[in-house]
């Protein structure tokens, strides 16, 4: 081999290299993910599942970082201690960004993350529990600190915007929940910085050429949450309600009871995915409205009307977010539906089964029947049997069709019979002879 030849392969090598650096360079820029999960709305567990979801998608596809975008007024605390618990465990860089308010439960969510960022014109803070006692306090404030150690934030501030009795001087007066704009978060370092844009904060994180990755909610989120709100569950209940009852004014089973059926399946199935409600609570409906269409086939109304009613209401309270939203649903639907009821006994027409419920038939005087007042006045009447007395029938007195009965004996239809006195509700007769 010539001298200078390993000399020559060597440079050329390192001419090979110098060219394709800005190549590896790009290539490597552009490996760089950021994926943006939006934490929006009522913190619940389909919010849990959501969020959960999304961090092991960003995971297997090697995101660089991950920027959770918080805006919520809070929600369920077990919920959001397992969101907390998964943003740790995520092997990923995390960021914490504030769109607009971070309170209640959105406050764990918040300090979850490494970094946090916040929009100069959002908020944290106003972390307590409902309802308000030491133990709920206690456990809900410990999880708080034991966070914001884990992520060097301060314990004290933190614990400030869940315990009223916490008292900082210069930041916030006992009896009073600490609440930080964005500025002041900065300053006492609950925050790491103030952002405008995702543009700013991508660059603040190195990661302006990155591969923005913007997650949205799935249906099953955006339905939780719209069914999971007090307004719609009332709109829905309504309807629910008044589907059903305005089915008892239409022949048949029709176009109102299936709008009715499928507004409380609606009302389940939101709240089923939003986790309130489970399969336990829908069977509990389902046999509330077996026993009603039981107590629809048998006249009167006895247990099965009452029983079906119960189990409906549970049904509802079960699958509720909270009693006071399930009173207010509730409250909303039924009087709706009163006045929906009264609209159609006085308009529409009704169907067979509306007269199980409510007596229809009517004994006029101008057909023959008289009231138990003004029967003492056919003592010493004559009349004829109209229907065979054993020994109870029907007869014809003084032009008047009424219920009589016989000592005993039997008369036959057509005859001639006479009244011998009057018990109570009871005309006694003989044949007349």
Same mark, same amino acid.
């Given at each position: 081999?010539?001298?200078?030849?390993?000399?020559?392969?060597?440079?050329?090598?390192?001419?090979?290299?110098?060219?394709?650096?800005?190549?590896?360079?790009?290539?490597?820029?552009?490996?760089?993910?950021?994926?943006?999960?939006?934490?929006?709305?009522?913190?619940?567990?389909?919010?849990?599942?959501?969020?959960?979801?999304?961090?092991?998608?960003?995971? %297997?596809?090697?995101? &660089? =970082?991950? $920027? !959770?975008?918080?805006?919520?007024?809070?929600?369920?605390?077990?919920?959001?201690?397992a969101i907390s618990q998964a943003i740790i465990d995520s092997g990923l860089s995390t960021?914490?960004?504030?769109? %607009?308010?971070?309170? &209640? =439960?959105? $406050? !764990?969510?918040?300090?979850?993350?490494?970094?946090?960022v916040m929009a100069p014109s959002s908020s944290i803070g106003s972390a307590e529990t409902i309802p308000y006692n030491e133990k709920n306090i206690s456990f809900w404030t410990g999880e708080l600190t034991k966070v914001a150690e884990l992520r060097g934030r301060d314990a004290q501030v933190i614990a400030a915007m869940a315990d009223r009795d916490i008292e900082i001087e210069g930041v916030v007066a006992k009896g009073k929940l600490l609440n930080l704009t964005a500025s002041k978060a900065v300053e006492l370092g609950v925050a790491d910085r103030k952002v405008s844009s995702r543009a700013e904060l991508n660059d603040w994180l190195e990661l302006d050429s990155a591969r923005i990755v913007e997650v949205e909610e799935s249906y099953q989120v955006k339905l939780a949450k719209m069914v999971a709100s007090t307004t719609v569950s009332a709109i829905l209940l309504t309807v629910g309600l008044g589907g059903f009852v305005a089915e008892?004014?239409?022949?048949?089973?029709?176009?109102?009871?299936?709008?009715?059926?499928?507004?409380?399946?609606?009302?389940f199935a939101g709240n089923m995915l939003a986790g309130y409600a489970g399969w336990s609570t829908v069977i509990l409906f389902i046999v509330g409205i077996i026993l009603l269409l039981v107590e629809l086939a048998v006249p009167g109304f006895g247990f099965p009307g009452i029983g079906g009613m119960l189990s409906i209401f549970a049904s509802i309270f079960m699958a509720s977010a909270s009693i006071q939203q399930a009173v207010i649903s509730l409250t909303t639907a039924i009087v709706l539906s009163i006045i929906l009821t009264v609209i159609l006994f006085k308009?529409?027409?009704?169907?067979?089964?509306?007269?199980?419920?409510?007596?229809?038939?009517?004994?006029?005087?101008?057909?023959g029947y008289v009231g138990a007042s003004n029967q003492s006045s056919y003592v010493g009447l004559e009349g004829v049997?109209?229907?065979?007395?054993?020994?109870?029938?029907?007869?014809e007195i003084d032009g008047k069709r009424?219920?009589?009965?016989?000592?005993?004996?039997?008369?036959?239809?057509?005859?001639?019979?006479?009244?011998?006195?009057?018990e109570g509700n009871r005309i006694i007769v003989s044949k007349n002879k």
């Open positions: 081999m010539r001298p200078g030849r390993p000399l020559r392969i060597m440079f050329a090598a390192l001419l090979l290299v110098l060219a394709l650096m800005p190549l590896a360079q790009h290539t490597a820029a552009q490996s760089d993910t950021v994926f943006y999960i939006p934490v929006k709305g009522e913190v619940n567990p389909a919010m849990e599942s959501f969020v959960s979801q999304q961090l092991e998608r960003a995971f %297997d596809e090697g995101a &660089s =970082a991950v $920027v !959770l975008e918080i805006s919520t007024l809070g929600g369920r605390v077990d919920s959001a201690l960021v914490a960004y504030v769109r %607009d308010r971070a309170i &209640s =439960a959105g $406050v !764990l969510i918040t300090i979850s993350a490494e970094k946090v008892l004014f239409v022949p048949g089973f029709g176009l109102p009871g299936t709008i009715g059926l499928l507004s409380f399946g609606l009302f308009y529409a027409p009704r169907s067979k089964y509306f007269d199980r419920l409510i007596l229809s038939t009517q004994l006029k005087t101008e057909e049997a109209i229907t065979p007395l054993r020994p109870a029938g029907t007869a009424v219920d009589v009965v016989t000592l005993g004996d039997y008369i036959q239809t057509g005859q001639g019979i006479k009244v011998l006195r009057v």
